[in-house]
């Protein structure tokens, strides 16, 4: 008896710490490192808020995940939960949105014509997903998917084609993509240390959710 | 079931719920902590280690101008190497949070772009917003009791600052050549 009350008392904590501590803490980091850019000439920081299209996207996120049953909401926010509980969930729900909206922001092209193609790339994506029958583990690897390919659609192909270092025909191709586009394919170049910190935010974004997904079967 | 045997298993329950509750408390005061440091991340924009260091200690309410450099500055500014003397002051203030400091660079600008003849518009028109600054950091009327000064309040520096970007008939005046700088 002892031995079983030890054991499920280590399993309540080790839940409470991942719920309570480590997801939000997780989710925040997501949301600092989202908006975080470096500057190629002088390596200075510049801190983007997310946009308001990316609260959107993330809103529709949302939903996605209580549909796929990542995020139960009625249990998570119940009548029959402890007011801190609920509080504390609600807490949770909120670094998870914001983290969303910073993901998003993060792989997002900053400005022009190429940041609404990839917004109605994602709005695209998100709204069909919201019809079709998911459970958690296909949620999961289908936004791994989707927020890898527009990681390398934006910091390997657009980088590498507007890179100032790049090969004579890396430049020739970036000229003439702008100049039929009329400019509005330009894309701002960053130090190669923001498409690092963008893999890590979508690393931890992942790894955010799949443990979220783990702790959800363990409640089970 | 008797009650010696409910007893220890409703005591259990009782010390999880207390642990469970330990860790929700904790876990939100240090991530809203943590929420909040990203919040005054994005607000103030640091572009660097240094400047989020800087912050820091602003909004700590421990920043301090380093006084070493505001000294040498202020030898290169009664030596009249007056760009010198405002790259030492910023360095000694790089918050911009000191209106002395602020002070002294804006009369800087005000000295450098003096001229008997005319003045040079684009160094007043700079001075004109550290002078600014000062005002609004100054919790009181900034005086600044400086013997080598002959404008000793930020009000006045501000006046003759805004004074000499204005161009009007004056200007032609011949006599203006034996005004005397401040």
Same mark, same amino acid.
């Given at each position: 008896?002892?031995?079983?009350?030890?054991?499920?008392?280590?399993?309540?904590?080790?839940?409470?710490?991942?719920?309570?501590?480590?997801?939000?803490?997780?989710?925040?980091?997501?949301?600092?490192? =989202? /908006?975080?850019?470096?500057?190629?000439?002088?390596?200075?920081?510049?801190?983007?808020?997310?946009?308001?299209?990316?609260?959107?996207?993330?809103?529709?996120?949302?939903?996605?995940?209580?549909?796929? =049953?990542?995020?139960?909401?009625?249990?998570?926010?119940?009548?029959?939960?402890?007011?801190?509980?609920?509080?504390?969930?609600?807490?949770?729900?909120?670094?998870?949105?914001?983290?969303?909206?910073?993901?998003?922001?993060?792989?997002?092209?900053?400005? =022009?014509?190429?940041?609404?193609?990839?917004?109605?790339?994602?709005?695209?994506?998100?709204?069909?997903?919201?019809?079709?029958?998911?459970?958690?583990?296909?949620?999961?690897?289908?936004?791994?998917?989707?927020? /890898?390919?527009?990681?390398?659609?934006?910091?390997?192909?657009?980088?590498?084609?507007?890179?100032?270092? =790049? /090969?004579?025909?890396?430049?020739?191709?970036?000229?003439?993509?702008?100049?039929?586009?009329? /400019?509005?394919?330009?894309?701002?170049?960053?130090?190669?240390?923001?498409?690092?910190?963008?893999?890590?935010?979508?690393?931890?974004?992942?790894?955010?959710?799949?443990?979220?997904?783990?702790?959800?079967?363990?409640?089970? | 079931?008797? $009650?010696?045997?409910?007893?220890?298993?409703?005591?259990?329950?009782?010390?999880?719920?207390?642990?469970?509750?330990?860790?929700?408390?904790?876990?939100?005061?240090?991530?809203?902590? +943590?929420?909040?440091?990203?919040?005054?991340? +994005?607000?103030?924009?640091?572009?660097?280690? %240094? %400047?989020?260091?800087?912050?820091?200690?602003?909004?700590?309410?421990? +920043?301090? $101008?380093?006084?070493?450099?505001?000294?040498?500055?202020?030898?290169?500014?009664?030596? %009249?190497?007056? !760009?010198?003397?405002?790259?030492?002051?910023?360095?000694?203030? !790089?918050?911009?949070?000191?209106?002395?400091?602020?002070?002294?660079?804006? +009369?800087?600008?005000?000295?450098?772009?003096?001229?008997? $003849?005319?003045?040079?518009?684009?160094?007043?028109?700079?001075?004109?917003?550290?002078?600014?600054?000062?005002?609004?950091?100054?919790?009181?009327?900034?005086?600044? !009791?400086?013997?080598?000064?002959?404008?000793?309040?930020?009000?006045?520096?501000?006046?003759?600052?805004?004074?000499?970007?204005?161009?009007?008939?004056?200007?032609?005046? !011949?006599?203006?050549?034996?005004?005397?700088?401040?």
């Amino acid at each position: 008896m002892s031995k079983e009350l030890t054991i499920a008392s280590y399993k309540l904590r080790n839940v409470s710490l991942v719920k309570y501590l480590l997801l939000p803490f997780i989710f925040l980091s997501v949301a600092l490192l =989202g /908006g975080l850019r470096v500057n190629d000439g002088n390596h200075a920081f510049a801190f983007m808020p997310p946009p308001l299209f990316t609260l959107v996207l993330s809103v529709l996120l949302l939903l996605l995940f209580v549909r796929g =049953g990542l995020v139960e909401l009625r249990s998570l926010i119940s009548v029959e939960n402890p007011p801190l509980t609920n509080i504390a969930h609600v807490w949770l729900l909120i670094t998870i949105f914001f983290a969303g909206a910073q993901a998003f922001n993060s792989v997002l092209p900053e400005h =022009g014509l190429l940041h609404w193609l990839f917004s109605f790339f994602f709005l695209w994506t998100l709204w069909n997903n919201q019809f079709s029958s998911f459970d958690a583990r296909r949620l999961l690897r289908s936004l791994a998917v989707l927020f /890898g390919t527009a990681f390398v659609l934006k910091y390997m192909l657009l980088a590498s084609l507007y890179s100032q270092d =790049g /090969g004579w025909l890396k430049r020739v191709a970036g000229a003439l993509l702008s100049g039929v586009t009329l /400019g509005t394919l330009d894309a701002p170049v960053f130090a190669p240390a923001t498409g690092y910190i963008s893999f890590f935010t979508i690393g931890l974004y992942i790894a955010g959710l799949v443990l979220m997904g783990f702790d959800h079967q363990r409640a089970d | 079931m008797n $009650v010696l045997s409910v007893t220890p298993v409703t005591h259990c329950q009782v010390e999880l719920t207390v642990q469970q509750k330990r860790f929700q408390i904790i876990g939100l005061i240090l991530t809203m902590v +943590y929420a909040a440091a990203i919040v005054w991340l +994005y607000a103030t924009e640091p572009r660097s280690f %240094e %400047e989020m260091a800087t912050g820091a200690q602003v909004a700590a309410g421990t +920043y301090q $101008v380093d006084q070493e450099k505001f000294n040498a500055a202020l030898a290169l500014f009664r030596r %009249e190497q007056f !760009p010198a003397a405002r790259d030492e002051w910023q360095r000694a203030d !790089p918050a911009q949070k000191d209106p002395t400091t602020q002070f002294y660079i804006a +009369y800087a600008f005000y000295r450098e772009g003096w001229g008997r $003849v005319y003045n040079d518009q684009n160094l007043f028109q700079q001075g004109l917003e550290p002078v600014n600054r000062a005002i609004a950091l100054a919790p009181g009327s900034l005086t600044i !009791p400086d013997e080598n000064l002959q404008l000793h309040t930020a009000t006045e520096l501000k006046a003759e600052l805004e004074q000499g970007t204005e161009r009007n008939w004056r200007d032609l005046n !011949p006599l203006k050549v034996f005004r005397t700088r401040k």
